[in-house]
């Protein structure tokens, strides 16, 4: 079982990440940081993906809006994979834009069937043009989408087999919505088609206060360790899946030495061993 661990790339990591390539198996790298980079910044990508494989990670198409994602948008990221041929692309099931207004955040859209539509337009388009489609993250939100008729697992589900594509299941996000909104994110995995189950994100995150309601809601902000129940989920997801999963650690500032980041991947490593092992030793076959 050839599972992968990695670490998002942060100019502020690249020494850390560069000195310590012998025990990180794959970068992710943003790719809206490059679409109109100096030629030397490319080339430095390039660079590196000749070193270790890379995947591209992209934030601002809003794959998840009843708006087509323009084509302008798409091409910029196809040039990208043609130079970089990352092992794999992937992009948020979010909206980013709407009326020609930028939100400058990833936002969830309503829950409902024209979501879905538009979704799956969105990356049989993302297709097309980029040559293959993304792979689709789950996003963490602090408010449950006005105006949905579904609840967020069916709807993701939904948008995979309507789209034909493989997940990004990001943990962190995962775990965030779940205590925020009480529902069981054990039972959201397996609401998940496990074969489309590709790839995972850890991070961490903090809790704040709601000045309105008091209320603490957990935000996932990538400023801080990946906690425990994170990797629990990730054991999980390792009993539930029998091919290889790429694991990538999300780190957005407050940055600790490198020694604590590559940590929290031997931890994630052994999460997802204990899980195989569990599935390898349980009674209960993958078709049951």
């Known amino acids: 079982m050839n ?22 198996d794959i970068i992710e790298v943003i790719a809206d940081d490059y679409f109109t980079a100096p030629r030397s910044k490319r080339r430095a990508l390039n660079t590196l993906a000749r070193q270790v494989p890379v995947a591209l990670h992209g ?9 087509p994602v323009e084509a302008r948008r798409l091409e910029r990221t196809a040039r990208l994979v043609e130079e970089v ?12 834009r709407g009326g020609g207004v930028e939100i400058g955040h990833l936002a969830a859209p309503p829950r409902t069937a024209a979501t879905i539509a538009g979704a799956a337009r ?8 980029v040559g293959a489609p993304p792979l689709v993250e789950n996003i963490a939100t602090l408010i449950d989408p006005p105006g949905s008729t579904m609840s967020e697992a069916d709807w993701n589900v939904e948008i995979l087999a309507a789209a034909q594509c493989d997940l990004l299941l990001d943990l962190h996000n995962l775990y965030a919505n779940a205590v925020n909104f009480g529902f069981d ?23 704040i206060k709601a000045k309105s309601s008091g209320e603490f809601r957990l935000l996932d902000d990538h400023l801080h360790d990946v906690p425990e129940a994170v ?3 990730l054991e999980y997801v390792g009993e539930k899946t ?16 490198t020694n604590a980041l590559l940590n929290q991947l031997d931890l994630a490593r052994q999460a997802l061993r204990r899980g195989r092992e569990r599935r390898r030793t349980s009674p209960v076959s993958e078709a049951a």
């Open 185 to 207: 994110p054990h039972q959201y995995i397996d609401r998940m088609p496990r074969e489309r189950i590709r790839a995972i994100h850890l991070a961490g995150g903090r809790w």
């Open 59 to 67: 934030v601002t198409l809003g794959m998840a809006s009843a708006v």
């Open 3 to 24: 599972d992968r661990f990695g670490i998002g790339w942060r100019p502020e990591l690249a020494a850390g990440i560069l000195s310590n390539l012998d025990c990180i």
């Open 231 to 233: 990797y629990n989920l």
């Open 242 to 257: 029998c091919h290889p999963l790429t694991v990538i650690l999300e780190r957005d500032g407050c940055y600790p030495p």
């Open 122 to 129: 969105n990356l049989a388009a993302a297709g097309q043009i």
């Open 85 to 96: 041929r990352p092992e794999f692309w992937s992009e948020h099931l979010a909206f980013v």
